[in-house]
């Protein structure tokens, strides 16, 4: 597959679940379990997303400089600062350990 | 008149939200381009698939296994997807309308403009907060996109900038909201720990596949929920 293949049938997925809602009869969806594992699904996928981007190499695990910078960010997160500030706190964080040589 | 305060207080809240997270496409931008995607392919992402998540999920997915996880990437972005289809449950009744009307709804159909236009209490005053927040975010993502893609396009060596480590704050900033309950915790850290127990021995993008049954394991049983 390449890489616009991959674009355009994620998107028409994506699009097809948003068009779903107007027209699938709310009783088939609106029901507590689909609601549940619909919005636990967001935070599985998400946590999983974040384990593999902060010590994920390919297929293989590395503690690198991305493991203090993703504790920044935590930290940073907790106390309420906005999102686009903590992400350049991050790559900062981790780009001045690469710099200095600290971390790989 | 009490009517027009409400609508004009839903498109206060719709220019305020809509302006925060349209500044997300930056990081986007940048990400997207760091993956390994041209600027085109990035902005084409933002047009048509418009799901910040799902975008997110996408890009990482193919950044860890390129375009050979094509169908760990596409799955990825589509489960990520799956809550607009609840989303569009809730705004569907206010929005009614024809099918052209619909399917621009559809497409703008998020967490943001669900969230500001079910927060106002008239009729008229929903339909703005949807529509004044779709339109802002709409334009505004697509716009700081290509910003972010040209960036990370001039930037090059992306671990030298720490964009790796920007890419997982991200993912950690769009889940941080979500942990308010014990049940969200306790499938974080489990999706978490399957994760990253199965990274080393499969395919890129399939262990954060395999994360998401531990959602529907929970969500089916409801355990550590709330009764």
Known sequence: MT??????????????????????????????????VANLLTVALLAALIVVQTLGQGQQIELDARV?????????FALRVPFIVVVAAAAAVAAVLRLSGAMP | MAHSDETRAARRSAVAVGLAVAAYGVSFGALSVASGLDVWQTCALSLLMFSGGSQFALVGVLAAGGAGAGIPAIASATL??????????????????????????????????????????????????FWWTGAIIYVGWNLTTLIGALIGDLLGDVRQYGLDAAAAAAFLGLLWPRLRQLQPVVVAIGAAVVAAVLTPWLPPGIPVLCAAVVAVVVGVTNWWGAR
């Open chain 2, 80 to 129: 990520l997807g799956t809550r607009n289809a609840l989303y569009a449950l809730r705004v569907a009744p206010f929005i009614g309308g024809r099918w052209p009307r619909k399917l621009l709804a559809a497409q703008w159909t998020i967490d943001e403009t669900t969230a500001v236009s079910t927060a106002q209490s008239s009729l008229a005053a929903q339909r703005t907060g």
């Open chain 1, 3 to 36: 890489v616009w293949q991959i674009i355009l049938l994620a998107s028409i997925a994506v699009f097809a679940l948003k068009i779903a809602g107007y027209l699938v009869p709310p009783s088939l969806i609106e029901r507590p379990t689909p609601s549940r």
């Open chain 1, 68 to 76: 203090p910078a993703i504790i920044v960010a935590a930290g940073l």
